[in-house]
């Protein structure tokens, strides 16, 4: 049985707002082994602000993510993958995203902006699928699918660390 969660999308009253981090959640998976077997790890946000303009898609969004936060099922995994042969995070330590464009997709929002990770930025969309308010503030959900880390540069571990990941965003702002 298929059971999809409905859309929900209660346009945020215009303002700015900032990404609570503590409330925050980003959730990446990918595959590995060949494509055998399937990785689920999460980011920890570090920043983020949310400005909701008049008109909506006028709107901009921006997130920083510590690089280092990777954390999967496995230690030894955390560490290949903040590692100079992937992530890098001594050299990158930020993954950046920004966006300045919202479209309308009728039961969702579709984000064009900017991934900037390991010295480079790759244009990306995100599909908003869910924005609900919360006692304090507002809560969005949105998905990136289907990234390739070989157009950030990441190419090691072929075969061993998959090509393409997708992210998970649930992420809690309140007014600044």
Known sequence: MNI?????LELPTVGTYRMDPQRSNIAYSGRHMFGVGKVHATFALSSGELRVAEPFTASTVSVTVAAASFTSSSAKRDKDVRAAGLLDVLTYPD?????????NQGDRWQLSGTVTAHGTTVP?????DRISAELDGVRVHARASHLDRYAFGINKGKGMVGRYLDL???VVAVPA
Not at 95 to 103: E, H, Q, T
């Open 4 to 8: 999809s969660t409905p859309t929900i």
């Open 95 to 103: 993954i950046s995203f920004a966006a300045d464009g919202l479209d």
């Open 124 to 128: 990306i969309r995100v599909i908003v």
């Open 168 to 170: 998970d965003l649930d």
